[in-house]
């Protein structure tokens, strides 16, 4: 794992700022147009995981909206999974 418990609470305050300032809809705006998490390739089940949390929490998601979210995303880093 690349990151830590202190670089959780920064990256969830990124995502929230970018969720707040560009009104970012979907994990794959964040991922790949928002920001540069997903710019180095896949980010790791945890990093995805943990972004989706943050932004379900600020979108107010069902956790079968952040699966679907989720998969949109792993469908983009593995195409063929």
Request: net charge negative; glycine share 8%; charged share 30%.
């Amino acid at each position: 794992m690349w990151f830590f418990v202190a670089q959780n609470w920064v990256q969830g305050e990124t995502l929230e700022t970018t969720y707040n300032f560009e009104m970012a809809q979907k994990l794959g705006d964040v991922v790949f147009r928002r920001t540069e998490l997903g710019s180095g390739g896949d980010p790791g089940d945890d990093l995805l995981r943990f972004s989706a949390d943050v932004m379900g929490r600020e979108l107010k998601w069902s956790q079968t909206k952040k699966d679907r979210e989720l998969a949109e995303v792993k469908r983009v880093f593995f195409p063929y999974n």
